[in-house]
């Protein structure tokens, strides 16, 4: 049990387009997900935390109108990369966790590697 | 400081050895403690939770001590198939903190034949 998908696994695009990354949690409803970003021999970052339902909350240094988030459903988050440069190309993963999970454990998508051209 | 540091090695050693890998963090508000292993170009995974009493799983076991703020993890009778990155992570509780998440920067293991 407890599988996140991601989807696309990569994408290429183009700088100055907009690229949207969804995070599903299959068998179980995720109250809250969180996105994470890592780069090249770096660890994850965390990005913002969305809960459903409800506006994401940023970490700093994170632009919130670069990185739209959307929590709409249990099962479903997305993240909206806009305008993308170069430097956003990295690893992005969301990970999904309920209320009551046990240790807060997270569940984690299998991640999407954007590339910006 | 960095919230949870690691020591990025990386760690090169034979089968059968057995390594030791350390972790602090500067939060004393932290309440749950975890090693993840992650895979190059993979997610994280979830290897083992961390209490105070210390606890085992198979080859691996995880010790955390509070008061210095330390967490530590053992893996003996190492296989090829243990080579990866091993994270470190924290996690705060309550308020706007609620399930985040704090990784450290990784220590990488390579086992080799």
């Known amino acids: 049990g407890a599988v996140v998908s991601q989807h696309p696994s990569w994408v290429i695009c183009k700088s100055g387009t907009s690229v949207k990354i969804e995070c599903r949690s299959l068998?179980?409803?995720?109250?809250?997900m969180f996105w994470y970003r890592q780069f090249p021999k770096q660890s994850l970052m965390l990005m913002a935390t969305s809960n459903e339902g409800s506006k994401a909350t940023y970490e700093q240094g994170v632009e919130k109108d670069k990185f739209l988030i959307n929590h709409a459903s249990l099962t479903l988050s997305t993240l909206t990369v806009t305008s993308a440069h170069p430097e956003d190309s990295s690893f992005y993963i969301c990970?999904?966790?309920?209320?009551?999970?046990?240790?807060?454990?997270?569940?984690f998508g299998p991640g999407t590697r954007l590339t910006v051209t | 400081r960095k919230e949870v540091e690691q020591d990025p090695g990386p760690f090169n050693v034979p089968e059968g050895a057995t390594v030791a890998f350390n972790c602090t963090y500067s939060?004393?508000?932290?309440?749950?403690f975890f090693w993840y292993r992650q895979d190059c170009r993979k997610e994280p995974k979830l290897l083992m939770s961390v209490y105070s009493s210390g606890n085992e799983d198979g080859r691996f076991t995880a010790q955390l001590n509070r008061a210095s703020q330390y967490i530590s993890l053992l893996i003996r009778d190492s296989k090829l198939s243990d080579s990866a990155t091993y994270l470190c992570?924290?996690?705060?509780?309550?308020?706007?903190?609620?399930?985040?998440?704090?990784f450290g920067q990784g220590t990488i293991l390579t086992v080799h034949p």
């Open positions: 939060n004393s508000a932290s309440q749950s």
């Open positions: 992570v924290v996690t705060d509780a309550g308020g706007t903190s609620y399930g985040k998440l704090t």
């Open positions: 990970s999904a966790s309920s209320m009551g999970t046990p240790g807060y454990e997270q569940y």
């Open positions: 068998d179980f409803q995720a109250t809250t």
